[in-house]
């Protein structure tokens, strides 16, 4: 059973359009989220997070919505460009642990 | 400074052989996170150091599986008579603390585990 949930796989968008990356979570405690992002044979590395005392959080081309009613939480990419194509992970912690709980990710592809 | 390193980048082991993993995290970081990626899977987490306190070893998978970390520095990994289910990208993170505001984790470039 998994508590932070990915469920597109893959998506692929045209440069200079939106990316909507979508995370939904089951788990009602978790009170920070995170999007990392990972490039083929690196570690992923920190994009953008939320905490949930806030509904959105931007920071240039990259804003996170988190809807806490509905569990969920996205990630837009605008405009995109070639080199945002990744996987990209979301994650989540409720604070009582140190570490985070991920899901499966989203390989994202920008067409140029 | 320099961001989280791990060694080796690759390993190559046959069933049933022990292999030790290393991770430096970044200077100054007191917590420290062991995750694993099996293909096609997300980041599975395996167990977290916070500075002197024992460590939260609930995501270890089996008695297999033990790590070690001295004080704030290095940490090993270390896989008892792997089996090919090992076979993955173990990831460790770092971050200044883990209190109770969460702060970024970092992670290093992982290293590829093979046991054929």
Not at chain 1, 50 to 59: A, C, G, Q, R
Not at chain 2, 46 to 61: E, R, T, V
Not at chain 2, 70 to 83: A, F, N
């Amino acid at each position: 059973d998994q508590q932070v949930k990915q469920n597109s796989p893959s998506l692929s968008v045209q440069e200079g359009r939106i990316s909507i990356l979508n995370c939904d979570y089951t788990n009602s405690m978790f009170d920070y989220f995170l999007w990392y992002k990972k490039y083929p044979a690196e570690g992923p590395t920190f994009l953008i997070s939320i905490s949930s005392i806030k509904d959105k959080n931007e920071d240039g081309r990259f804003t996170v919505f988190l809807n806490k009613s509905a569990k969920h939480l996205s990630l837009h990419i605008v405009p995109s460009q070639p080199g945002d194509s990744a996987v990209y992970f979301c994650a989540a912690s409720d604070g009582s642990q140190g570490n985070l709980i991920f899901g499966k990710g989203t390989k994202l592809s920008v067409k140029p | 400074g320099a961001g989280v390193s791990q060694s080796p980048s690759n390993k190559v082991t046959e069933k049933g052989k022990d292999v030790e993993l290393r991770c430096d995290p970044i200077s100054g970081h007191t917590a420290l996170y062991w995750y694993r990626q099996r293909l096609g899977q997300g980041l599975e987490f395996l167990i977290y150091f916070q500075g002197n306190s024992a460590p939260d070893k609930s995501g270890l998978p089996s008695d297999r599986f033990s790590a070690e970390r001295t004080g704030e520095s290095v940490s090993t990994l270390t896989i008892q008579r792997t089996q090919q289910e090992d076979s993955a990208v173990y990831l460790c993170a770092s971050s200044l603390d883990s209190g109770p505001y969460q702060e970024t984790q970092y992670f290093g470039p992982g290293t590829r585990l093979l046991v054929l």
